[in-house]
């Protein structure tokens, strides 16, 4: 298991944001946990220096572009990026430095998976260079995939058969649990021992996370199957959690 770093961008600026609050309809409804005038490119200029790969940037709306090519520019083949990634701009995404596309609401319409849209990105980037964004909400006993900055629900289900059908067109899976991003409660055990035992490829876990300790549970309920971000509990984004420290954890993990 592995740290994998992120950086999220909104208005052009990394700003660290509780999930689902985010709407194109009401612009009040958003609680932005932390903001920063330090650049993308800073963050991810850091990131190479620590050998953090396999990270992620991601565009919440429109005005990110300019940071977000910053930011790949300042680690070349070291960081995903997502947000808005289309069959027609994708390849520009990727000339720009960035190791993989990430997509979500490009594929799923109308609340279902559109199997047409997914090979036409496949065909654009290849299997080897996109990652799916299955970020998801509970319902009932089950997790459902949300898209659209997580507004709207869809009706395509975190399940095994699932899993093993979208596999075959991506390389990795990004899993945020939408219920709890950003607000620092924990982590969702459930939905993590659930992807370390249905998910083929590789996952990255993102929400709750907020110590040491919670990074141990995706650990163990993940079978060392899943790695995880951290987002607005670390220093570096205002939070409490050392950056350093989860750096170091990091870096055990891979002596042993």
Known sequence: MRFRPCIDLHDGKVKQIVGGTLSDTDAGSLVTNFETERSAAQYAAMYCADGLSGGHVIM????????????????????????????????????SGA??????????????????????????????????DLSC??????????????????????????????????????????????????????LVRLLGQISPVPVTYAGGIRSIADLE??????????????????DIFGGSLKYADVVAWHNRQAQQ
Not at 70 to 93: D, S, V
Not at 217 to 234: N, P
Request: overall charge neutral.
């Open 60 to 95: 919440l709306g429109p005005g990110n572009e300019g940071a977000a090519r910053e930011a790949l520019a300042a680690y070349p083949g070291g960081l995903q990026i997502g947000g808005g990634i289309t069959p027609n701009n994708a390849a520009a995404f990727l000339d």
């Open 217 to 234: 549970i995706v650990k163990h309920y993940g079978k060392e199957r899943v790695d995880a971000t951290v987002g607005s509990a670390l």
């Open 137 to 190: 909400r509970k319902r009932g006993q089950e997790y459902f995939v949300v898209t659209d900055r997580w507004q709207k629900h869809t009706a395509v289900a975190l399940t095994g058969e699932n899993l093993k059908r979208l596999a075959q067109h991506c390389d990795e899976v990004l899993v945020h649990a939408a219920d709890i991003e950003g607000k620092r409660l924990g982590v969702d055990a459930g």
């Open 99 to 132: 190791s993989h596309v990430i997509v979500t609401s490009y594929v799923f319409c109308d609340g279902q998976i559109e199997w047409g849209r997914l090979r036409d990105m496949e065909n654009a980037v290849g299997k080897q260079r996109l990652v799916l």
